[in-house]
């Protein structure tokens, strides 16, 4: 079997490449637009498989060296997130605020729950359950492709592939059924909008080279506290406390230092910035999975996600609805959850609009729950991830 290896700038410029071919098809196919399936998760699939098959076949193994800038990416990524968690900006939301994190948390504890059981069930390892529970479900694929290595380490075999592909399927099912969640609350319940549908015309930020500087230089600073903050986390006994986690608190402290001294962030450099890396992260990590070994285990992988997509809409019918106020926001808000539990942020805002374009705006649904749910959820769910692998291992491992 032919071999070949590329070295660390070799396999970034694949990535890359990976990552703008994504985004070109995405340009040209109306499905994977509908779905709000990132570009970079479809490029990587194809190249996947296609080694894949090669691999399997004994033709051609390809080898990448993508271990140490992968991680670099991930840790910036997830420090951009930590930036966003301003104190300040949550308490603006009153209330609703209260009943979004307790759904939001609720759904990830239901999901991992559920998860395991099943696992259980079919003689698979727990972390598994976690994998094809909240780890891709509500993390998406970053979050999968970031933790779920940690789970073979832990003896979950295949939890990096089934993770990703959990996550990839969830994107087309958040589409799907979210609407259709929505309006039956909405005849049922005989609710309505607003009228008036509330327009805004996009700024669009001036591309400055000085402040550009200042917000990358800003996050990873901010990477540099975090990394003293994992190394201290690490050392207490029986739980494992992931590098980029340290980051995302590194930078929290760093965003909420800044308010308090009003210190102005330029959100809209920190997300470009973080995208980036995730984009190139994504690239590397999709490329170097093995697709091909799902195969083995498709029957309780359908079953499991199955499962997964019925709780998590009953979920947003009876809980969600209910905490967030059993109106008419509540239930845009359910359709922006089930967009959430199932795919990613632009599934969220997918869902809502469309909801919102049939029956009326709706200002808390749209103003108030995408950010804060993602905030909540993008803290929370990595972290509960991490700490529980080790400790459910032992337990159930």
């Keep these: 079997m032919l071999e070949i290896s590329f070295d660390v700038m070799q396999s970034a410029a694949i990535a890359a490449l990976v990552a703008m071919v994504g985004r070109a098809v995405v340009k040209r196919v109306k499905f994977f637009q509908t779905y709000c399936i990132p570009g970079v998760v479809v490029a990587g699939l194809v190249v996947s498989f296609a080694l894949g098959i090669l691999r399997g076949a004994n033709i051609l ?38 009943g979004i994190a307790i759904t939001t948390i609720g759904l990830i504890l239901g999901q991992d729950i559920l998860g395991v059981i099943l696992a259980e069930v079919f003689g698979m390892h727990p972390l598994i359950g976690i994998g094809l529970g909240s780890l891709s479900l509500m993390g998406g694929v970053g979050t999968s492709s970031a933790i779920a290595p940690s789970y073979e380490l832990l003896g979950a075999d295949n939890a990096v592939v089934m993770s990703v592909m959990c996550a990839t399927f969830g994107m087309v099912f958040a589409s799907l059924c979210g609407g259709p969640v929505a309006k039956a609350l909405i005849k049922r319940h005989h609710l309505h909008g607003e009228d008036v549908v509330e327009t805004t015309k996009e700024e669009v930020t001036p591309l400055n080279g000085k402040s550009l500087l200042s917000s990358v230089c800003l996050i990873i600073v901010s990477a540099g506290l975090g990394s003293y903050i994992a190394i ?21 402290i760093v965003r909420n230092i800044l308010d308090a001294v009003h210190i102005e962030v330029r959100a809209e450099e920190l997300d470009a910035f973080g995208d980036i890396c995730l984009e190139i992260f994504l690239g590397m990590t999709m490329m170097t999975i093995d697709v091909t070994q799902l195969a083995g285990v498709i029957g309780p992988f359908v079953v499991i996600f199955a499962a997964q997509v019925i709780f998590t809409c009953l979920w947003a019918y009876f809980v969600t609805f209910r905490t967030c106020g059993s109106n008419y926001d509540a239930a845009v808000i359910a359709a922006g959850h089930i967009g959430m539990g199932l795919g990613n942020g632009p599934n969220t805002m997918a869902n809502e ?41 032992r337990l159930l491992g």
């Design 353 to 393: 609009k469309a909801v919102m374009a049939e029956h009326g705006f709706s200002h808390i649904g749209w103003v108030v729950y995408p950010p804060f749910g993602l905030l909540v959820l993008d803290i929370f769910n990595p972290i509960f991830c991490s700490v529980i692998a080790e400790p459910l291992t």
């Design 61 to 98: 193994q390809i080898n990448f060296d993508v271990s140490v800038l992968k991680e670099w990416f991930m840790d910036i990524f997830f420090t951009g997130v930590g930036l966003t968690a301003s104190w300040k900006l949550m308490k603006q939301g009153g209330k609703v605020c209260i």
């Design 232 to 252: 201290a986390a690490g050392k207490i006994p029986m739980i494992e406390f992931p590098y980029f986690i340290g980051c995302m608190f590194g930078g929290i």
